[in-house]
């Protein structure tokens, strides 16, 4: 028969300590009335008193005085009547700074200027039911019943007798001194709460204050590993319940508060108190007897989960255990503990561990369920516990010698053992493992992937995706088992049905495509092929849809420019994804961006359909939202693919949203739009600077005013810089304009200009951008205007800087060469862990080429120009103009310059 809730009397003044309108109907409603709790905590007034501001420092900041109005009817449980009553004055003290909750008989505690109670914690005890009640009643502490600090000890016996004579007549009779509670009964279910939120007390008081807790260490630890790790709490305890234990126990094992310093003599002394009570406590047959019930106890699979694995594969093979599932779920939940524990006492640990896997060397016979079963567990411990058993297991020799032939064995009964050895060695793939392995291990793989039973083929897809996406993967072992690892895989995907599961899936061949990368290209025609349907089976599954984006992303990056073969499936997709209008981009989004700009990227020429997607982009401009720099990204992806008809159809539009964002925008995000205005005038000068034209006098006007901020400086001066080198004509009519504005005239214009850009200088760092300024400023050389002439000093000091930028001398020749220079365009030789050039990356270098940055020889120019005003100006003139530059940089100048 199911176990049931044995309550043998009822403690009401740990009730009306909680909740005095709870207690009036024996606490059956404390659970339901938490929110009342917190409310009272929280000093506020609620439906339960007229009185919620009353904040007379009560227990956890429960009033004093409670109002006597309830909105609960009266009764008991199982329908015992009981008329409301006052609560007893006995039971309500204040709770003064300098007083603490007293106990009676041996045990004493005080809570000093702690502003708290000490609650002690009863247990309702389960038991099985066999029709009498046990005489045990609920767990009072080794103390016995405590009486609370200022009662009279024979009112408080007085009214724990009249509670238990009140329970025992409203219970049936049993011929027992109490009542039982059945797994129907409704009031079971309120039992159980009112002990978790019993328990949560603690759990809550030891995440907030940890430093008054320190008291309650010894036996709250006492409390929590005799119920759940010794014979006590066998067949008394439930589920929720022993993960608030284990939970109370990890806390205290993981609380950093509790750990003194590394230097003894820094460390606080209530650190030192709960680690000196935390030591004496955790003694070696304590811990052993912890680990040993963790791993041969709790790790076991249960009855429920071994018929899932057989009625739901897929569930079981999937089922979420990250996060913050500790907290709530039995599994997770002894997990974590065993990880905390074992990592907090790894010497004590570590050889009980160890015992427990030698004790289960080799293949264990199908005849021994319940072997399998412990195997599976101590594999299990030794999978989390990797990284600590780092030193002490050889786990090359192990594979090798034992785990490769457990895998062999191909019984049915025996898929436990082998979906946990793949699964182990998956944990320890980035831990330990020898490359040379690494074949012996995608055989494996192979052959599991091929098992009979589904939730090992899954386990099995899932060690794949650990094991190339591991800093150790190297491509050439694993391509001799690619063709037939990625056709078994785009099997299972095909295979499995729920949607976490094809999810999963999903992210292993993504994982295998982006590491392979091109070499995939001969084995994705049925995905390829797959891909659509799946899309339009998954139309109500918008985090299926995203992982489908995801496989899209590196499938693009791994076909390349073969990518546009796609493209009647992958735009559309696109165009949903990025569309603000469609509900679903609420899902899609991030990843439908990010599957733009990588099609864009490999995108062998516009098309178009693809030109029409980019209509998305004034809304995505609008929202401002995080993508932002994906949003730019593709901008500029547009422009390197097709200046021309990009510009001419969005630039106008373009443009006006981003003179509303700079409106509106950080110092990081100006830098942006004004990088992909930058972009678009060194990709195609003249329509770039006459589609941005608006933008044009702000970046102006802010070299002027000297904007303080250097990176934004910087990005100016490389957009002028652009405009004055690559189109003079129109930086002519910029002048102009901007002379008209500030009523100057234009040689003042220009002279303030070149002031501000000498001495602004150091606010550029990239060696490109340095060049770009020296030689956008000796462009305007030769020259007989006077207030160029004035600025020749400051330009030549900028052109011998940026020489040392960009000069490097031959040792040979003693002489120097400019750096930065690019002639022709030359395909790149690659290893195969290196990423291919996509087509964007081959269109920047051919842009390279006929950029002035990257053509033209500063020194060259230099010279050149030198020259040039020299004829202008006549010897005498020229040498009087030099004079007017410092003698160092002018001996600089002409090093660099030796040999032309």
């Known amino acids: 028969?199911?176990?049931?809730?044995?309550?043998?009397?009822?403690?009401?003044?740990?009730?009306?300590?909680?909740?005095?309108?709870?207690?009036?109907?024996?606490?059956?409603?404390?659970?339901t009335c938490w929110p009342h709790h917190q409310l009272q905590r929280a000093g506020q007034p609620d439906r339960h008193t007229d009185r919620g501001t009353d904040r007379q420092g009560g227990p956890f900041g429960l009033p004093t005085s409670v109002a006597r109005a309830h909105p609960h009817p009266a009764g008991v449980c199982q329908g015992a009547g009981r008329p409301p009553a006052a609560p007893s004055p006995a039971y309500f003290l204040p709770c003064h700074q300098d007083a603490g909750l007293q106990a009676t008989g041996h045990r004493q505690e005080a809570?000093?200027?702690?502003?708290?109670?000490?609650?002690?914690?009863?247990?309702?005890?389960?038991?099985?039911?066999?029709?009498?009640?046990?005489?045990a009643g609920l767990l009072r502490g080794r103390g016995g019943c405590h009486q609370l600090a200022g009662e009279d000890p024979a009112v408080t016996e007085s009214a724990a007798e009249a509670d238990r004579s009140r329970i025992q007549r409203a219970a049936p009779q049993h011929g027992s001194d109490g009542r039982r509670v059945g797994p129907s009964s409704a009031c079971r279910e309120k039992l159980e709460k009112t002990i978790i939120l019993y328990t949560k007390v603690l759990l809550d008081f030891l995440e907030h204050h940890p430093c008054p807790f320190i008291p309650l260490i010894q036996r709250s630890l006492e409390f929590a590993v005799s119920y759940v790790f010794t014979e006590v709490g066998e067949g008394v305890v439930f589920e929720r319940f022993i993960v608030q234990c284990m939970n109370l126990v990890k806390m205290i094992v993981k609380n950093d508060a509790y750990k003194p310093a590394k230097n003894i003599e820094d460390s606080k002394p209530e650190s030192l108190e709960a680690h000196k009570i935390k030591m004496a406590f955790f003694t070696h047959p304590t811990l052993t007897e912890i680990g040993r019930r963790l791993v041969s106890h709790y790790?076991?699979?249960?009855?429920e989960e071994l018929a899932m694995w057989e009625e739901d594969p897929e569930s079981f093979a999937v089922e979420e255990t990250g996060g913050d599932s500790w907290k709530y779920s039995l599994r997770p939940c002894t997990e974590v503990l065993f990880l905390d524990v074992f990592h907090s006492y790894s010497q004590t640990l570590t050889p009980v561990l160890l015992e427990m896997v030698q004790n289960l060397q080799g293949p264990t016979s199908i005849e021994e369920?319940?072997?399998?079963?412990?195997?599976?567990?101590?594999?299990?411990?030794?999978?989390?516990?990797?990284?600590e058993l780092f030193d002490n297991v050889d786990f090359d020799l192990w594979f090798k010698n034992h785990l490769l032939a457990e895998l062999q064995v191909s019984h049915h009964s025996y898929k436990l053992i082998r979906?946990?050895?793949?699964?182990?060695?998956?944990?320890?793939?980035?831990?330990?493992?020898?490359s040379e392995l690494r074949p012996l291990l995608y055989e494996a793989i192979l052959g599991l992937m091929q098992d009979p039973d589904l939730v090992v083929r899954i386990e099995t897809a899932t060690t794949l995706k650990l094991t190339v996406d591991d800093f150790e993967f190297r491509t050439e072992q694993f391509l001799p088992y690619l063709e037939s690892i990625f056709g078994l895989l785009f099997q299972l995907l095909q295979q499995v049905t729920e949607c976490d599961t094809k999810m999963q899936v999903l992210h292993v061949i993504s994982c295998v495509i982006e590491r392979v990368n091109i070499q995939i290209r001969p084995y994705v025609g049925c995905l390829v092929q797959y891909l659509p349907l799946l899309w339009k089976q998954s139309e109500e599954h918008n985090m299926l849809r995203c992982a489908i984006l995801t496989t899209l992303v590196h499938l693009?990056?791994?076909?390349?420019?073969?990518?546009?073969?796609?493209?009647?499936?992958?735009?559309?997709?696109?165009q949903l994804s990025t569309d603000l209008s469609q509900p679903p981009h609420v899902y899609l989004l991030e990843d439908g961006l990010e599957l733009w700009l990588v099609t864009l990227e490999n995108s062998p020429s516009i098309t178009p359909e693809l030109l029409r997607i980019f209509q998305n982009m004034s809304?995505?401009?609008?929202?401002?939202?995080?993508n932002l720099r994906t949003c730019f990204q593709i901008i500029n992806a547009y422009t390197y693919l097709s200046a021309t008809e990009f510009l001419q159809n969005y630039a106008e539009g373009l443009c006006r949203s981003f003179c509303e964002l700079l409106k509106d925008i950080t110092m990081e995000g100006q830098v942006q739009v004004l990088k992909v205005v930058e972009i678009a005038i060194k990709v195609s000068p003249h329509l770039g600077a006459h589609m941005f034209q608006p933008l044009l006098p702000d970046v102006f006007r802010g070299i002027l005013d000297g904007e303080r901020y250097p990176v934004v400086m910087s990005t100016y001066l490389g957009i002028i810089g652009r405009v004055l080198l690559q189109n003079s004509s129109f930086f002519s009519s910029l002048l102009t304009q901007m002379g008209a504005e500030f009523n100057q005239e234009m040689d003042q214009l220009l002279g303030g200009l070149i002031e501000m850009w000498v001495d602004r200088m150091d606010n550029i760092t990239q060696p490109e951008r340095r060049k770009l300024s020296s030689l956008a400023l000796l462009s305007l050389l030769p020259s007989d205007n006077s207030v160029i002439q004035d600025k020749f000093c400051g330009i030549i000091n900028v052109c011998v800087e940026a020489l040392h930028d960009v000069m490097t001398e031959d040792p040979e020749t003693s002489t120097f060469k400019d750096c930065m220079l690019m002639t022709h365009f030359e395909e790149p030789k690659l290893t195969d862990d290196e990423e291919p050039p996509t087509e964007q990356d081959k269109r920047k270098k051919l842009l390279a080429l006929s950029d002035p940055v990257h053509s033209v020889s500063l020194q060259q120019c230099a010279y050149e120009k030198l020259k040039a005003q020299q004829l202008l100006m006549g010897e005498p003139g020229f040498q009087a103009l030099m004079e007017t530059v410092d003698t160092e940089i002018v001996r600089q100048l002409q090093e660099f310059l030796k040999g032309l």
Request: hydrophobic residues 50%; proline residues 7%.
């Open 369 to 387: 369920p319940v072997r399998l079963l412990i195997k599976d567990a101590v594999y299990n411990a030794v999978g989390l516990a990797a990284y």
């Open 619 to 626: 809304a995505l401009l609008e929202l401002s939202s995080e």
């Open 1 to 31: 028969m199911a176990g049931c809730l044995v309550l043998q009397e009822w403690d009401r003044p740990l009730l009306e300590t909680c909740c005095p309108p709870c207690a009036v109907r024996g606490g059956e409603d404390l659970a």
């Open 299 to 303: 790790f076991l699979l249960t009855e």
């Open 556 to 574: 693009v990056q791994g076909l390349g420019a073969e990518s546009k073969n796609l493209y009647p499936f992958l735009l559309p997709v696109i």
């Open 111 to 135: 809570f000093p200027r702690s502003g708290l109670w000490h609650l002690q914690l009863r247990v309702f005890a389960v038991e099985p039911s066999h029709g009498h009640l046990p005489a």
């Open 419 to 434: 979906r946990r050895v793949i699964w182990l060695i998956g944990q320890w793939i980035s831990v330990k493992f020898k």
